[in-house]
């Protein structure tokens, strides 16, 4: 720990590291501020005022979803109605939004390529519960949101063949994240009078 500290504190790369690691925070509290109220209109003023380009692609990562055809139409908007150097600094935000915007959906793009490839992958295999339970560590949101539309689609189509395989994913799935029979254990000690 102390050898991390140091790390940090006293190479380009740590500093760096902390650096991003400030960033992400101060746009996390940036958006919480902002709360329930937050639409595109806040949205776009917060991207604005933001102090640097860590925190501007720290909150594209956190707001991504928010950044549709209809935030760029206002930002478009915004930026016919200005001039001079405002209207640079809102053009330079835009290309920035649109270059941070297409880098996160390619990366989706390429994790929902892996994950629906590991999924084939376990799908093939001769024992689909011993594929699954050896790749349980490559299981992320992702792979999930793979395995449910795999699931919805398989439902959809009746598939037969495709859907008992499915379930021994899901099976193999709920039993590892299930608490150990130990923990029911303590948790009904602790529950007793």
């Given amino acids: 720990e102390e ?4 790390l940090l504190a006293e190479t380009e790369y740590g500093r760096n590291i902390a650096f991003q690691n400030h960033e992400i925070q101060e746009a996390v509290k940036t958006l ?3 709360g329930k109220g937050l639409d595109r209109e806040k949205l776009l ?3 604005i005022d933001a102090p640097n380009e860590s925190r501007l692609g720290a909150l594209v990562s956190l707001t991504r979803p928010g950044l ?3 935030f760029f139409q206002s930002l478009t908007e915004r930026i016919e109605k200005a001039g001079g150097e405002e209207k640079k600094k809102l053009e330079a935000l835009r290309t920035a939004l649109l270059d941070m915007t297409r880098r996160i959906d390619q990366r989706m793009e390429e994790e929902v390529k892996r994950a629906n490839e590991l999924l ?3 799908l093939k295999a001769e024992d689909i519960q011993k594929a699954t ?3 349980l560590a490559q299981f992320g949101e992702v792979f999930v949101q793979v395995l449910n539309q795999a699931l919805q689609d398989a439902n959809q189509k009746n598939d037969a063949e495709r859907m008992p395989k499915l379930q021994q994913v899901v099976n193999v799935l709920q039993q590892a994240s299930a608490p150990p029979p130990e923990l029911d254990l303590l948790n009904e000690l602790l529950d007793t009078k």
């Fill in 3 to 6: 050898i991390q500290k140091q």
């Fill in 32 to 34: 919480q501020a902002a």
């Fill in 45 to 47: 003023q917060i991207l």
């Fill in 68 to 70: 549709d055809y209809i």
């Fill in 120 to 122: 084939e992958n376990i």
């Fill in 133 to 135: 339970t050896d790749n």
